[in-house]
């Protein structure tokens, strides 16, 4: 799927029965801003990354478990979780899950 363009309307309504057959895509990428639709079923996880820039991650559907700092966080259906620029962090569907993830991206310091 090619990135979405300026002006161009994007659907990200839950999955629910595609969920299991989608994969994680970029739905757009700007300058500053890159938007992705992560897809996890049960059981799959991201290992522990960070990245540069600010974070959200809103839960469309599922359950996930977002680790950072040591806590565990589980975002339900139409929560939504911040994390700071650097932060470490990993994702675990603990039910086959979708979510908008929001990285504002940075440049490295010249």
Do not use: N, Y
């Not at 309307?9 to 629910?16: E, G, K, S």
């Not at 994969?23 to 290992?47: H, I, N």
């Not at 470490?88 to 603990?94: C, E, R, W």
């Amino acid at each position: 799927m090619p990135h979405a363009t300026a002006g161009q309307i994007i659907d990200a309504r839950p999955l629910v029965l595609g969920l299991a057959t989608e994969k994680t895509v970029a739905l757009f990428k700007a300058q500053d801003l890159e938007v992705m639709r992560l897809v996890l079923q049960a059981g799959k996880s991201l290992p522990p990354h960070q990245v540069a820039g600010e974070i959200t991650i809103h839960c469309i559907e599922g359950v996930l478990d977002v680790t950072t700092d040591g806590r565990s966080h589980v975002l339900r259906a139409g929560q939504l979780l911040f994390l700071v620029g650097g932060a470490l962090h990993g994702v675990k569907a603990l039910e086959d899950a979708s979510a908008l993830v929001t990285i504002a991206l940075r440049k490295p310091a010249a």
